[in-house]
């Protein structure tokens, strides 16, 4: 096969085989186009191209990257991302050579995830009962709020609910996650409650837009985005928000560290690590697995803090 004129033709023909082939989420193609730009801009600015860059242009861009100040983890996820670009360039015949192959990059800093404490939790929840310009925006708020804390749901899959999936008090939703892989999780009771009451609301602001010519939403929270549903970004600076109401540092609230209480606090409570990986939704135990990692350092910090004897052994 021929190979595209041009470095971003490339990309776009690498992307497209990525979401028909690979089934890559959405999310992951950005990634990798923006990290295979800013190497197509480098290259650029070298007089090089993805079709004649040798084994030492891409070991210069990767020092180059280290040169900038990027993390470790950067630097390995951009490597990654043009290690499978030419890949696919060599199996398609873009290039009889893959000059990424032999390049060993830097290893990432395993680092364990940040949490949050169980009061610090329900700090937050209560403070997102009072956020919001108007009534219906308190409810949407609880109700995102109070799912992705009883379900470790990803901020993605939390927003992208379809509006189907809320119907009928259900005691379990279906989440589509990474790589279009359903999952059932259970609702919490709270969960259920503020669930019904803001899909009694968003139905009677849906019927309201009915009777004035307004399409309907399939989003259980519908947004303006070009998505039709409310996007992470504003989700996310909505829990900064929250964060601050709720006397919690803004810093250390994403909706990743409610996804790692989520799971820390249900080990603490005794629940099954293989149950845990079902609910989040992950490949392989071992990602889980550095939830226990995370418990084992609390129970040292208790032991260490709040022994009697401990401040006597210090």
Known sequence: MTAPAGMMRWISTFLE????E????????????RDLKDFADWLAGHELSFADVPREGVEDYIIWCEAQGLSKATRARRLSAIRQLFRFAHD??????????????????????????????????????AKGRSPGERLRNRALMELLYATGMRVSELVGLPVAAARGDPRMVLVRGKGGKERMVPLSGPAREALAEWLAHRDREEERGRKEGRAPSRALFPGPGADGHLTRQ??????????????????????????HAFATHLLAGGADLMVIQTLLGHADVATTEIYTHVLDDQLKDLVLTRHPLAKGRE
């Open 92 to 129: 398609e015949g873009w290039r009889a050579d893959n000059p990424a192959i032999r390049i060993s990059g830097p290893s990432a800093s395993k680092r364990l995830p940040k949490t949050l404490s169980t009061e610090e939790v329900n700090r937050l929840l209560d403070a997102a009962r």
């Open 234 to 259: 504003h989700f996310h600076l909505m829990l900064k928000d929250i964060a601050v109401l709720a006397g919690v540092s803004p810093a250390k609230v994403t909706p990743h560290t409610l996804r």
């Open 17 to 20: 085989a990525q979401a028909a």
């Open 22 to 33: 690979a089934d890559a989420a959405r999310n992951t193609r950005l990634a990798y186009g």
